[in-house]
Each structure stands twice: as C-alpha cells, then as structure tokens.
C-alpha cells in the first residue's frame, strides 16, 4: 500500500515504523520483565541457529561450515554421513549480541508464544557453545549432536551413507505355525501359548535357536478380512514355518469361504482341486501344510481331541460340515503322519512339547559339550541376538559411535538413558553392524550367569583379550589382582594396537569389592583404547562418571515414527497386524515411548486370545504408567493362568 504513495509520504512512514520500534521495544522488555517472564541465558543460548542467515556460511557437499573454524584434520570425512551438518566452535561473544537482539524482538511481540515454542523445540537438541574441548556430548532430542575435541557436528536420524556391513552368524529361527478353527480350540490355543510354547522357547534359548510361533487367532486387520486376503495370509504364513505345523481338530469343521482372492490359485496351483464355497480354510492349511506332500512334511503333527459326545453335537455347524470334518480326519489317519488324541488342554500341551522336542533334536543335533567359558559367550551371544531381532533406531547413533570410536578421545564414552530406553539394543545393533578392522569385546551384564559379578566381568575380558592378542601372561587367581590391574592389562597385551571394549549395563553390577565405586575403571585411556559404558543416570556410578568428565550419549528412548514401525515390525515377526486405530491407541500413550514398555506390552497382548476382547486388553494393559506397573499386570495374569494346574503357586 505504501507504494501507492508519493516517495516523501513512504519515508515519513518508513521513519515513523523505526520511532516506534525504538519507543515500544524497551518498553515492552520491561512488561515482560514485570511479568516475571524474561529468558533465561540457556534458552538465549539455544537460539544458535536463528542467526545462521547473520554469519558466514560455506555450502557445499552437503557440509555447512560456520566461520570456517572446522578443523578438518581432526575428523575422516570420509567415514561420515554426507548429511552431517559440521559447527565450529563459536566464542560466546562473539554471537551474544546477535542473540539478545532477537531474544527482544521476541519479548516485543514480532515474534508470537507459538513460533517462540516451535523453534525452541526445534532447537533444544543445539550443545551450547561453551563446552569443554576434549569432550563429547550427544543429546538426542532427535538427533544426535558430537562435540568432539572442540567440534560439533549433528548426524541427521535419515539414512546413513552405505557401509559394508559385518557379517555376523545369525542364530537358527524356527517357527511353528498353529492350525485350527477358532472357537472351539481357545483352551487349545491358550494352553500353548502360555506354557508349551514359552517353555520350548527358553529351552532352545539356550542353544541359541530363536523359536516363534504363527497363531493367527488375531492380527489379521478388519481390511485384510474385507479385502479377502485371510486364506492367501494363512497359506504364505505356512511356507514361512515349514517344517513345523500343528494341527488339532475338535468338533468344528470351520469357516468355508465363498470365493478365493484374485490371482491366489496361480500362486498356489493346486487349489483348482479344491472349488472355492467346498473347503474350510482349516482343511486348506493341512493340505498345504502337509497332506499335499507328506514326505516331505517331517514336521508336521495332528491331534484330534477325544469328544465326549456324539454326533449330535453338531459344534454349531450343519450336518454337512460334520461329515466333511469326519473325512478329514481320516485323511489325516490315512497320510502315515504323527496323528494323536488327546483328552485335555493340558495332555494337549504335554504331547505337543513331547514331539516338537523330538523333532527339533532331529533338526538340530546336539554339539559337543562345552565349557564354563564357552557357556557364558554363549549367553551373550543369545542376549546380543535376542536385542537385535527387531530394532527401531537413530541411525545418527552409530555414526556418533564410529566417530567417537576413530577420535583421539582418551576418556570412555557412556550411554545413558532411562531403564528400558534401548542402550543395549543400540550397543548390539552397532556391534553386529560395526566394520573396524579392530577387535571389540562385549559385554553384557544383564545376560545372566556371572555377568553380575565385576570380577568375573574383569577375568572375562582379560580372556578375550588374551584370545585375540595372543598374550601369554596367567591370569591371576585373586580378586584385588584383578580388578587393581585392569588398565596394566590393556597396556601390555595390546601393545598399542586398537581395542574396543564395550561393558553394557554397568548399574547392574554386584556392588562388592566396590564395584560400584568404579575404582577399577580408570578415568583415562589410550587413545587406541575405547571404552563404551552403558549406565542409567539414576545410578550412584553414571554420577562417578559425570565427575571424571566422561563422554556421553544421552538416550530418550522412542519418536513417533520409531515407535509405530517397532509396533508394525515386531508383529510382522510373528504374522500378526494391528489396525491402524490400535496402533494409534497404543501410541498416543506417553509412556509407550519407553522401548522396554512397548515391547513387554506387545509380547502380552501376543498371547492373547480373544479377538473381540483385544481393544480391552490394550487399554487394560494401557492403564498402567511405567514399565513396573505393566509387570505387575503381566504377573498377576501369569499367577491366574499357572493357577489352574498349580494351586497356591
């Protein structure tokens, strides 16, 4: 509008703005200052980036440098993501200024509480200036920020540059899908669900085969119903487990569909033989599952449960499907294949646990027997296993790992965080997916046996040490040699040569011969030499390691987007789906940012059988607000559930 004026008219109004500023702006300062509501030299320091526009910028390959103070010497680029926005080290006056201008403009008003508020979250993640040279700090709001030997840098949480992965020997899977109809088989299905199948697991946990198990009682969306894919899931679902596949029939026949989904008989040809609106999907999966090749089907088990009735009980279908469900199950009697009655869910249970561990013998032979030292790898090969299945992470984390890792840092690096926030699954992502032409050594102290124990921690690690060094020095029987010794080890077995140790856990340590107090731990070491602790900051040690000026990465444990694809992830693995209104349930609760809750929540509501009643459990389960309190749940149904055969337990 004010070009519409004559040009003496605009610099009048162009002048009369600027008196108005410099009246109106110090005058508003003090209203705010009145009102007790002036910001504080922290929140003047996170507006940082508001004046990148007022300094001097380079751009170029993806790399912003400010003030050209990066010391390119100090870090590979090479080994960096192409993302990576690089600061230097701004001396506080030098932005001071700047930064009170805009904090004024702010209290004048030009600037409203919503944007204000917007771009102090936007920021929060921005390491003041004034931190210490030689150390590193990494807040991870959202992405993390390393300051490494006085340079900062922030790897963005997208993708990473490609990497040639490590390659680790994964651990044997074997899945077991569960077939029958559904409401005449809840007992059934409950019974191994909650015992046999949970037992098998933790057997086999041991010998460090993964077991997983497809009940498909729920976890096909409403859309995938409407949509007709439930047979084409059921059939993929079974080729995924082979060999394993239980069957057990009762007095049901099961859902007959209408009609097959478009193009499903040109994956599975054979089912031209078997008319669509003629079969239950229950006599699909055993033909698929076995019948259509029973030689090869050596997994493969049937049990028919003994009725006490007669076929007057038609189990709520027509005479028609009694007959069809008695002819399957002389088909199956026919085959040559395992076939057993069975009269309880608990003789059920018993006779399923008694094949499947027959069958899994077979599959997978005992080793030669092993010693206490190669049993305890074994643990913490199974914990780093059972941690990296299903992982939903930063990847700015393992690229501040790699860049702490390549640094001359002595001090060790902690990784701090909440219980249940993902430090270990991150430590055992990093360690399998990590290429250093170096050794590294882990160790997980929640893994069970001695990982407890400091001593033992200690000796362990002298072992592997010993291992991959070839150091030929005895190991010392006594503790105090053990723990007083731990630096002098490192020093004359690597002889100067790269190690990395990685101790996970460090809060769960026995706090005897002062553990705790970490006097075996020294503050620094060779710059050849990484350590990377892991420790939740309510424990008496992370506030040792704060006062040594450790480095440190802080954890904060889910973003939405995290969490909806570890919630979509982790129920892939076991063939199951949420709608998109339970995933929303799930995640507008707070309290599922923790990794640990979220994860304990799913594997609850996993074994939950009753399709109509999942919304109730979800907000059941929901109710509690931390990772103690879901427990409390999950044992008080546990006692109910082993109640039934063990009174009083």
Wanted: hydrophobic share 35%; charged share 25%; with cysteine.
């Amino acid at each position: 509008e004010v070009r519409q004026y004559p040009r003496f008219l605009s610099l009048a109004v162009f002048f009369l703005y600027m008196e108005c500023c410099l009246v109106l702006n110090p005058l508003a300062v003090k209203a705010q200052q009145r009102r007790k509501k002036s910001v504080d030299d922290s929140e003047v320091a996170s507006f940082l980036p508001l004046i990148e526009a007022e300094l001097s910028t380079y751009q170029g390959d993806g790399v912003k440098l400010y003030n050209n103070k990066l010391d390119d010497a100090s870090v590979d680029f090479s080994k960096l993501s192409n993302r990576t926005i690089w600061t230097g080290m701004l001396k506080k006056e030098e932005i001071e200024p700047l930064i009170r201008n805009l904090v004024s403009v702010f209290e004048a008003g030009y600037i409203n509480d919503w944007e204000f508020k917007l771009r102090k979250e936007e920021i929060e993640k921005v390491v003041p200036a004034q931190q210490e040279e030689q150390s590193i700090y990494i807040n991870t709001s959202s992405s993390p920020i390393l300051i490494l030997d006085g340079v900062k840098y922030e790897a963005f949480s997208g993708s990473m540059p490609s990497k040639k992965e490590k390659k680790t020997k994964s651990k044997p899977m074997i899945r077991i899908f569960l077939s029958s109809t559904f409401r005449d088989m809840q007992d059934e299905r409950d019974e191994l669900m909650k015992h046999a199948i949970p037992a098998l697991r933790n057997e086999l946990a041991a010998k460090g085969i993964v077991v997983k198990e497809v009940d498909l009682r729920w976890g096909i969306t409403e859309s995938q119903a409407t949509n007709g894919e439930i047979l084409d899931i059921c059939l993929s679902e079974i080729d995924k487990c082979r060999p394993y596949f239980i069957n057990f029939l009762g007095r049901r026949y099961g859902w007959v569909p209408e009609q097959y989904p478009e193009g499903i008989v040109d994956r599975f040809p054979w089912l031209r033989s078997f008319p669509a609106g003629s079969v239950s999907v229950t006599e699909l999966e055993v033909m698929h599952g076995a019948l259509n090749n029973p030689t090869q089907a050596k997994g493969a088990f049937f049990y028919h449960r003994q009725e006490k009735g007669g076929m007057e009980d038609l189990g709520g279908e027509g005479e028609l499907s009694v007959l069809k469900l008695s002819a399957l199950k002389q088909k199956i009697k026919a085959s040559g294949l395992p076939c057993t009655e069975y009269t309880s869910p608990q003789h059920f249970s018993d006779l399923i646990l008694k094949d499947l561990r027959k069958a899994i013998e077979r599959d997978f032979p005992p080793t030669s027997s092993k010693d206490k030292t190669d049993e305890e790898d074994s643990l913490h090969e199974i914990y780093s296993e059972s941690l990296s299945k299903v992982y939903v992470g930063n990847q700015g984390y393992f690229s501040a790992l790699d860049t702490y890792v390549r640094s001359n840092n002595e001090s060790p690096l902690v990784i701090s965080g909440s219980v249940g926030v993902g430090k270990s699954s991150l430590i055992a992502n990093w360690e399998q997916q990590s290429s250093f032409d170096c050794p590294i050594i882990v160790h997980y102290i929640g893994s069970g046996g001695e990982s407890y124990d400091c001593v033992n921690m200690l000796r362990r690690i002298r072992n592997k040490i010993k291992q991959k060094f070839l150091w030929d020095e005895e190991i010392p029987a006594d503790s105090k040699s053990i723990i007083h010794n731990f630096r002098r080890w490192i020093d004359t077995a690597t002889r100067g040569k790269k190690l990395i140790i990685v101790l996970d856990g460090i809060n769960q340590l026995l706090d005897h011969d002062g553990s705790l107090s970490l006097g075996w731990l020294p503050v620094k070491f060779p710059a050849c030499i990484k350590i990377v602790l892991s420790c939740a900051p309510e424990s008496p040690c992370f506030k040792i390691m704060m006062e040594r000026k450790y480095a440190r990465i802080d954890l904060p444990g889910f973003l939405q987007q995290e969490k909806q694809v570890f919630i979509t992830k982790y129920l892939q693995s076991y063939g199951k789906s949420f709608s998109p209104s339970q995933i929303i349930q799930i995640m507008k609760e707070k309290h599922t940012d923790n990794p640990l809750f979220t994860r304990c929540l799913l594997d609850e509501l996993r074994v939950a059988g009753n399709f109509e009643q999942l919304d109730t459990f979800i907000d059941y389960y929901l109710l509690a607000r931390n990772s103690a309190l879901l427990l409390e749940k999950i044992l008080s149904r546990l006692e109910k559930d082993y109640g039934k055969h063990y009174p009083g337990m």
